[in-house]
């Protein structure tokens, strides 16, 4: 229950994020905002997979006989990841801030603001994941809805004070640095693993497996603002926030799965029973979320952002059919993170490259984009059911890796 309402409150954090900050800024500046955005998200994969990776190393660790506390900070392996892509990614995006703030047609700072982001995305992962693979999914969820909240708030202030574009993104980053600090008082309490080697073949696997997925669910926004004029790129930005809400689903039974799976990966059958529960319930939130918009989305989109966004309407339906697969896939990923599949990174990667692929040949047609982002997750999810088919078939004799 507390899960559920700490969820919630994530969801509406998230919205009333995106509803303050479109309505103060106006379709263009919420625009660059969004690029602020889909740099960070871009370049910040890494973090997302890192939660995973670390929460994975966790939920091993203390289900180990040998499972033991860290007596220094050196030893811990999740520590030199989250720093050594954080900063390696903080570089790489401040490096490339000429030829970043050119194609997305942003203000120089937007990109080393983005820098900044990105390497506190990687310690809040970090602290975060040690907190979810010590099974208290509960905090795990609670503090990362902390951060959405403490955005919320903090940009709410900026824009009282009379700030605009830049007050929100150094609200943006004040609330992800208070949130780091929260977290990682959190995780000090956790009975943390007997260290091991940083950037094991499993760790990598799932860090470019949760980074392939997250670039395939956020690529879209910069290929449209590269494409297509502002105004209408704004427009894009916010129908297709409010689709990858969808994506909240999956994400939050992560938090909960994610280390039971890899206690259970052994039990074959518990196993598929919680695959086939997570298929269920994200396939009824996606197409719940389709219906709503396709009924009411020229209403709910003018109720969030205001009557200057309700040309997105044409688009928001067909958007979120488009992600449907996507949300359905991403909880299926739960379990292959869990188990560090092979063949279901191979999957991506390949969808990866032929999703960039079909966006560079159909830009600026938007609705045919559309259409490829559906049929692209649409493979990957068939992909998915089969490698858990197999998996069906033989893990509970051989234990092989679906």
Known sequence: MKIGLASALGILATFGFQIITARVLGAERFGVLSAFFAIVNVAAFGSASLQ?????????????????????????????????????????????????????????????????????????ARAVGIIQGSGDSQAAVWWSTASLLLRVALVSAVFAAGMRLEGALLAVLAGSLLAVVGAQGRARRVGMTDGGRPFSADSLVVIVTTITFAWMTNVDVILVRNAIPAEEAGQYAAAVTLVKSGLLIPATLSLYLLPRFV?????????????????????????????????????????????????????????????????????????????????????LLAAAFAQFGAGILLLPRLTEFVISIGLTGTAVLAAFIVLEWRAGRTAATTGDRP
């Open 52 to 124: 995973n990776s670390v929460a994975v190393h966790t939920a091993r660790a203390l289900s180990t006989p040998r499972a033991r506390s860290l007596k220094r900070l050196s030893s811990d392996p999740t520590l030199i990841e989250a720093l050594a892509f954080g900063l390696g990614g903080a570089a790489i995006v401040a490096v490339a801030s000429p030829a970043i703030s050119a194609a997305l047609d942003t203000e120089w700072f937007v990109p080393f603001l983005a820098a900044i982001s990105v390497l506190l995305s990687f310690l809040f």
């Open 263 to 347: 206690r259970q990966e052994g039990n074959a059958e518990l196993s598929r029973l919680g695959v086939r529960l997570t298929a269920m319930v994200t396939l009824l939130g996606g197409f719940a979320l389709f219906l709503l918009f396709w009924t009411l989305g020229r209403p709910v989109l003018v109720l969030v952002y205001g009557i200057q966004y309700s040309g997105a309407a044409t688009i928001l339906a067909g958007l979120a059919l488009a992600y449907v697969p996507w949300i359905v896939a991403q909880g299926l990923l739960i379990r292959m993170t869990a188990t560090a599949s092979r063949p279901a990174l191979i999957v």
